[in-house]
């Protein structure tokens, strides 16, 4: 069990504790009061930003101080539940593990592996017990039939990058120094960032205008942050890759490109002219509806700017060509002489390490997808696992490897992925499944047995994946600020999980916890002392488990990470260097130093140990491109979707102090479209696609494209079965209703959740 917190300054009744807020990439740091009451229980009097966090120096945003709600809130379960004649009943943990050893293993023995499905949500990489025993629960597992949150998300991101690079390192715009920023397919005024930890990210685009720089939003609705920008560029959506296209054409057709920085790690850069001459602005123009001159422009301001980056999120991943233009965002930084430069974008270096900072400098295995294919479509497995969009055909399609029982852990496909109606009336006809969730919410009313982790406050913390997407590299970890109450931290859950899948009885697991958790540290030393090129090479296990002391669970594994991680103390041969003890006595954390220029060639995992500008997968995807050239981009109007910075995915509307306001899940619709079809603002509109239909109050506004609806993901939790007081009573619907798990970016198998083809009528 990880140790309960030093407070770092106390009075009899009050003691203040630092914590790096969970929920969203920004890592922010939280100032948290916990007042003692007369019973001696604890109680959280006040979360503020903490001005001292050495990266988000008191930026906080209205969800951080909400999870002393979410920890207070009483429909967060605080022991397990089993369903009992379609009723849920707490149960102790005991009993909850012996209903899942009763429930999964006849499966798995009768119908093998495969027949049991994994879904890991987005938590899990913001929850370290959760993220740190991924890896523990998919070996036992032994399905193939993995799926997560990231085919609806950032995917396409990785597998460009990684292909590019060798492993997935993303490359990061220098918020803090560069002259000119070009962002497509995000808001960070609602969303903080994405694929970009900066918290505060809006005061920093704020910051580049007033140091006499350029913001430019890419996004085809008037946005927080494009209303803020120097330049808004209104895009029909789904076509950024032809606009990027364009910006790389126009670079090489008017001698602008100079890529010499890196142009000499770099492999295939000539064929760059030959792939894009039939993408001029003229010939994108009309596609994109932006004008040929305005393209062009974006590109000479470019490459005559000092420093540029561009970064493209969301509205450029999940869209029906997300590999092709997450790949394009990265060529135009190549090419316009951003890569890997100050002010343009580079790469972190995070303490806790990457594959890029283990092996051989400078080379690899590289990257693979495609090693398996799903059974009814053939989509290929990446990072180890399949496309969502697969999912609902994976568990209704009769056969050898069906699902026919699943797992999610801090997941809500059921409001998260497409066609919702399909996914929930797949997981209704499962015959069992587990949830590793706080809630019983849209997903979770069809599983057999729900787990619950504690609440954050409970849990410790350290970003292992988002401090190597920062754009200042830091290192900050958090112990838990409120002890466990009954309830078993989410690092032993997942291992008393994976022990019942290899056959561990549900009586034996405490010991199955501990055995598991010294297991995971020593192969993370295992494969520490195999790396030649790492800080602890062939040095002897024992005596490292022997210095990481009495820390267990995440504690133990981050010591090792850290230790023998860039920055570590590689267990006393860098004695200055880091370790959890250091970490511990730094609550506000440790400032690591500006992202440096010149990673590549040493980050690089490739075989050829070159940038592969244009890596075979994108090569074979492009002729899937040019044959939208000749598509009728006008024909029909389309949906896209957007956040709210008082709205966390699907899983926060239970929380009073953030719903409260007008309606936020609306249709966002052009005056002019409006007109046409009779609707009018706040009266109910009806929106169907192939898959769904929904009806929805309009938003009248010019903030948006004609021809394009957006509306917000994440509401509708108004289901039979939930147990959400408050979010079942708000006005929302699903907007996932009317996306088509059809309608996807073919080469990764990732979804398309903006441009989806609509139509749209009034009431
Ligand atoms: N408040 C809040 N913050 C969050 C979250 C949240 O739900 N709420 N979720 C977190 C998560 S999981 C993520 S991944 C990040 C996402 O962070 P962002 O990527 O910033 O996501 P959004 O705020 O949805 O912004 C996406 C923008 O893309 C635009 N768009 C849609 N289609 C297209 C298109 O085809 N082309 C272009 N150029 N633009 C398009 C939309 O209009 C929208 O403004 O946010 C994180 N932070
Ligand atoms: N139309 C449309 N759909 C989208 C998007 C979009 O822009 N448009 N965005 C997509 C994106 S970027 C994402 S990331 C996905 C998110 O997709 P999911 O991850 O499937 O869904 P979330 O809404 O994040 O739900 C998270 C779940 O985790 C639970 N949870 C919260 N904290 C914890 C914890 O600490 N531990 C555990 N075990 N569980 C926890 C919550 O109760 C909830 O059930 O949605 C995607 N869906
Ligand atoms: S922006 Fe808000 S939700 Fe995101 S980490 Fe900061 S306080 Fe938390
Ligand atoms: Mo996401």
Known sequence: MPESTAPTSTTPSERTAYRTCPLCEATCGLEITIKTKGDGTEEVSRIRGDMNDVLSKGFICPKGSSLKHFHADPDRLRRPVVKRDGVFVEVGWDEAFATIEAGLLPIMEQHGRDSVGLYLGNPTVHSIGAALHTGSLVKSLGS??????????????????????????????????????????????????????????????????????????????????????????AIRPGSDTHLLAAIANTLLEEGLADPSNVAEHCQGLTDLPDLLAAYSPDAVAPICGIDAEVIRDLARELAAAPSAAVHGRIGTCTQEFGTLASWLVDVVNILSGNMDKVGGVMFPKGAAGQPSSKGKPGTGRGFRMGRVTTRVSGLPESLGEFPVTALPEEIETEGEGQIRAMITVAGNPVSSNPNTDRLDAALASLEFMVSVDPYINETTRHADVILPPPSPLQKAHFDIIFLNLVIHNVANYSPPILSLDGEMDEWEIMLALSSILVGVGANDLDEAVTSGDEMVARML???????????????????????????????????????????????????????????????????????????????????????????????????????????????????????????????????????????????????????????????????????????????????????????????????????????????????????????????????????????????
């Open 144 to 233: 193939r039939n993995r799926f997560s949150a990231s085919t609806v998300d950032q995917r396409p991101k990785e597998i460009s990058s990684a292909a590019m690079f060798g492993s997935v390192v993303i490359p990061i715009p220098d918020l803090n120094r560069t002259d000119h920023i070009i962002l497509l397919g995000t808001n960070p005024y609602a969303s903080n960032g994405s694929l970009c930890t900066a918290p505060g990210f809006p005061d920093k685009l704020e910051a580049i205008q007033a140091r006499g720089g350029k913001v430019v939003v890419v996004d085809p609705r008037l946005s927080e942050t494009a209303l803020k920008c120097d330049q808004h560029v």
């Open 525 to 763: 030393l295992k494969s520490a002392v195999r790396d030649e090129y790492g800080l602890v090479f062939d040095r002897d296990i024992d005596e490292l488990m022997g210095l990481v002391g009495n820390k267990v669970g995440p504690e133990r594994m981050l010591d090792i990470m850290v230790r023998t991680g860039p920055y570590g103390d590689g267990f006393g041969t860098n004695p200055d260097g880091l370790t959890m003890d250091v970490l511990s006595e730094h609550p506000h954390g440790i400032d690591l130093g500006a992202l440096e220029p010149g990673r590549v060639p040493d980050l690089l995992r490739t075989p050829s140990g070159k940038i592969e500008v244009v890596p075979d997968l994108i090569r074979t995807d492009l002729d899937r491109l040019a044959a939208s050239l000749d598509r009728d981009w006008a024909d029909s109007m389309v949906l896209v979707g957007r956040r709210h910075v008082r709205s966390n995915n699907s899983w926060m509307h239970n929380l009073q102090i953030l719903m409260k306001g007008r309606n936020r899940c609306t249709m966002q619709i052009n005056p002019l479209d409006a007109e046409r079809l009779g609707i009018n603002d706040g009266e109910a509109a009806t929106v169907s696609s192939r898959v769904g239909q929904v009806m929805i109050d309009a938003e009248v506004t010019e903030g948006i494209r004609p021809g394009v609806i957006s509306i917000p993901h994440g509401f509708g939790q108004n289901m039979p079965g939930v147990k959400l007081r408050v979010a079942t009573e708000y006005r929302g619907i699903n907007t996932n209703v009317l996306t088509d798990e059809y309608f996807r970016d073919e080469i990764t198998g990732t979804i398309a959740l903006n441009g989806v083809p609509v139509t749209v009528s009034a009431n």
